[in-house]
C-alpha cells in the first residue's frame, strides 16, 4: 500500500511540473480545449511554405527538368536514400513519414532563423519556430513513437521482445533529462550573465 501511495504521489508531482511555463503564451479556446496558438500558427506557416513550394514546381512536371524539379528531386532521392540506409530494402512505404518529419524540422528550423516573426504581434507572447517549443518535440516524439510500434507490430506480429519494450521507459527518460537539461542551461547561462554584470566588491 505505502508503494502505490508513493506511486501517486510521484504521478501528481510529474503533473504538476507539466504546468510550469516559461514567458507568455498566446491561447485559444477550441471547445473544452486550451490550444497554443503560436505553435499553431507558425507550423501553419512552415506546412504553408512546404506545400506552397512543393505545388509551384511540380505542378507542371517537365522531361528537361527546371532547377526548382532538379532540387525536389534531390531532396527526395536523399530522403530515399537515409530511409534505405536506415530500414532496409522495405524503406519504400516508409519514405513519405521520413521525408514529412524531415522537411517539417528542416523548415521550421530555417524559419526560426530567417522569417522574421517578432514583426507580427501577439495579445499575449510572440512567435518563433515550431521547433523552438517543447509541444512539438514531444509531438514528433509520439509520432515516431507510433511508427516504431506498427513497424514492429506489422512484421512481426504481436510478439513481444526486449528491444521492442525498452523505448518505452527509455523515450520517457530521454524526455525528462531533455528539460532538466533546458532547465540546468538556462539557469547556468542566465547566473554567469548576472554574474558578468555585477559590480566589482
Known amino acids: 500500500m505505502n508503494v502505490l501511495s508513493c506511486s501517486i504521489n510521484t504521478l501528481k508531482g510529474l503533473y504538476d511540473i507539466s504546468g510550469v511555463e516559461v514567458g507568455q503564451h498566446f491561447y485559444w479556446q477550441i471547445g473544452g480545449f486550451q490550444v497554443h496558438a503560436q505553435v499553431l500558427i507558425t507550423s501553419w506557416v512552415v506546412i504553408a511554405i512546404l506545400l506552397g513550394s512543393a505545388t509551384l514546381v511540380v505542378r507542371n512536371p517537365q522531361t528537361i527538368p527546371t532547377d526548382g524539379q532538379n532540387f525536389f528531386e534531390y531532396v527526395l532521392e536523399f530522403i530515399r536514400d537515409v530511409s534505405k540506409t536506415q530500414i532496409g530494402e522495405e524503406y519504400g512505404s516508409w519514405v513519405p513519414f521520413i521525408g514529412t518529419m524531415f522537411l517539417f524540422i528542416f523548415v521550421s528550423n530555417w524559419s526560426g532563423a530567417l522569417l522574421p516573426w517578432k514583426i507580427i504581434q501577439l495579445p499575449h507572447g510572440e512567435l518563433a519556430a515550431p521547433t523552438n517549443d517543447i509541444n512539438t518535440t514531444v509531438a514528433l516524439a509520439l509520432l515516431t513513437s507510433v511508427a516504431y510500434f506498427y513497424a514492429g507490430l506489422t512484421k512481426k506480429g504481436l510478439v513481444i521482445s526486449?528491444?521492442?519494450?525498452?523505448?518505452?521507459?527509455?523515450?520517457?527518460?530521454?524526455?525528462?533529462?531533455?528539460?532538466?537539461?533546458?532547465?540546468?542551461?538556462?539557469?547556468?547561462?542566465?547566473?554567469?550573465?548576472?554574474?558578468?554584470?555585477?559590480?566589482?566588491?
Do not use: D, K, R, W
Not at 537539461?181 to 550573465?193: G, K, N, P
Open 162 to 201: 526486449l528491444p521492442s519494450i525498452v523505448p518505452i521507459p527509455v523515450m520517457f527518460l530521454g524526455l525528462f533529462t531533455s528539460g532538466i537539461q533546458a532547465l540546468i542551461f538556462a539557469t547556468l547561462a542566465a547566473a554567469y550573465i548576472g554574474e558578468s554584470m555585477e559590480g566589482h566588491h
